[in-house]
């Protein structure tokens, strides 16, 4: 049986860069479409069914981090890649926090592209699988964590989280008691397995606790000196 190709849209106002990515993807084996402004990428991205996204940010018409906002408002789970000229740390920082899961800067050598797709497509990928075991709950303390249906609760009060904020707890909640380094969160989260000189982690950890701690302000998740961030009980060693 002939294996379907996984579908990817590119959002690109630079019609050679759209040639050189879709030849490439192509001979990969990918499917593309291609959009040259923002308004028809957010048209399609939210008309058809696609396995993953390339957006670049500065583009006619609507630029890529008001799609990606509006993507993420109903679809937490498909892998957005920004590729862009905007290098600077607080760009990437600022990308990521749109819920972009990664962010590649123009230049850019297309076999890391095909990697980092390939990473996220396999992180998807595993995902899925995942909502189709029978029982994908996870538990700490009054956290309920139900991975099949992407929900969150403390104290029976519903959590509602950002794609980036879920995906940071289901790290921690899925290694209590172990710390977890910030590349290490950084590879995780957002599958950058280098550190990408922002603080990133930090921001999305204090955006968690203050969700998590609405309801109940016990902390759960404590920073340690030096090392990152670890779930626990108590907080003796750390702050």
Request: charged share 25%; net charge neutral; aromatic share 8%.
């Amino acid at each position: 049986m002939k294996k379907e190709k996984q579908k990817i849209l590119l959002v690109e106002d630079d019609p050679k860069v759209c040639s050189f990515i879709n030849k490439g993807l192509t001979e990969e084996g990918f499917e593309v479409s291609i959009a040259l402004n923002g308004s028809e990428g957010f048209r399609l991205a939210t008309s058809s069914e696609f396995d993953l996204l390339i957006l670049d940010i500065m583009l006619p018409e609507m630029n890529g981090m008001d799609i990606c906002k509006e993507i993420r408002k109903n679809n937490a789970s498909i892998p957005i890649i920004f590729l862009t000229a905007l290098g600077s740390p607080e760009n990437i920082a600022l990308g990521l926090n749109t819920g972009a899961d990664d962010y590649l800067v123009k230049p850019f050598k297309f076999i890391e592209l095909t990697a980092r797709i390939n990473s996220l497509l396999r992180r998807s990928s595993n995902n899925k699988s995942l909502v189709n075991q029978a029982s994908n709950i996870y538990t700490f303390e009054t956290i309920v964590v139900n991975d099949a249906a992407k929900t969150v609760q403390r104290d029976s009060h519903k959590i509602n989280l950002t794609s980036t904020e879920y995906k940071l707890l289901l790290a921690f909640i899925k290694s209590p008691g172990i710390v977890l380094s910030r590349n290490e969160l950084l590879d995780n989260v957002w599958g950058v397995n280098f550190d990408i000189g922002t603080n990133v982690v930090d921001v999305y950890v204090n955006y968690l606790r203050k969700k998590l701690e609405k309801y109940n302000g016990e902390r759960l998740i404590h920073t340690v000196i030096g090392m990152g961030y670890i779930l626990r009980v108590n907080d003796e060693d750390t702050k």
